[in-house]
Antibody, heavy 122, light 108 residues
Framework: QLQESGPGLVKPSETLSLTCPVTGASLTSNNFYWGWIRQSPGKGLEWIGSIYYSGSVYYNPSLKSRVTISVDSSKNQFSLRLTSVTAADTAVYFC????????????????WGPGVQVVVSS | EIVLTQSPGTLSASPGDRATLSCRASQSIGNNLAWYQQKPGQAPRLLIHGAFTRATGVPARFSGSESGTEFTLTISSLQSEDFAVYFCQFYNEWPPALTFGGGTKVDI
């Protein structure tokens, strides 16, 4: 199971930080990747990025300059940092798991957290 | 950049009806397409991957098909629990990239 955790309100220009503890499975398998997706009324569903335990990380080019995704194996969780947020970053943020498909390093997500609403406002 | 266009925006149907949802890709994407179902206040649920393959536990009334750049999700006989929003999603082999369609709402 996945469960997003973090503040629901972030001020403009500050950094959004979310964590996703994983229960019932280990992050250390390289058969799986872990990712963040967000959903807003204006932009719909948007992939933010994904990471393997090995450290390989892939970002949406449109967000790459502001995003960091990392894994903490000691806590069996992964995290998202999004810097310099604006109102356009207001969304429901989901963490999710996917399974590697041969040469396709990031494909679909088969397990999702319930999502957390994040509002960017002063 | 691949753009996925879903139609119709809203599909009004009744229990027992057959529902056909479309997802058109702006260029060839092979079979790199997934379908999700999302109910209000919930996360998306994976239904189909590889354009045709049902995910674990998905009922057989859900099926996926492909014709060139047009992909279809068919629900053979709508059940009450199927009224939801459906999204398609493209995944690129390399470089990694994922894009979602805008969704089709199936309502009563």
């Amino acid at each position: 199971q996945l469960q997003e955790s973090g503040p629901g309100l972030v001020k403009p220009s500050e950094t959004l930080s979310l964590t996703c503890p994983v229960t019932g499975a280990s992050l250390t398998s390289n058969n799986f990747y872990w990712g963040w997706i967000r959903q807003s009324p204006g932009k719909g569903l948007e992939w933010i990025g994904s990471i393997y335990y090995s450290g390989s990380v892939y970002y949406n080019p449109s967000l790459k300059s502001r995003v960091t995704i990392s894994v903490d194996s000691s806590k069996n969780q992964f995290s998202l940092r999004l810097t310099s947020v604006t109102a356009a970053d207001t969304a429901v943020y989901f963490c999710a798991r996917g399974e590697r498909l041969g040469m396709t390093v990031v494909a679909y997500f088969d397990i999702w957290g319930p999502g957390v609403q994040v509002v960017v406002s002063s | 950049e691949i753009v996925l266009t879903q139609s119709p925006g809203t599909l009004s149907a009744s229990p027992g009806d057959r529902a056909t949802l479309s997802c058109r890709a702006s260029q060839s994407i092979g079979n790199n397409l997934a379908w999700y179902q999302q109910k209000p206040g919930q996360a998306p649920r994976l239904l189909i991957h590889g354009a045709f393959t049902r995910a674990t536990g998905v009922p057989a009334r859900f099926s996926g098909s492909e014709s060139g750049t047009e992909f279809t999700l068919t629900i053979s006989s709508l059940q009450s629990e199927d009224f939801a929003v459906y999204f398609c999603q493209f995944y690129n082999e390399w470089p990694p990239a994922l894009t979602f369609g805008g969704g089709t709402k199936v309502d009563i």
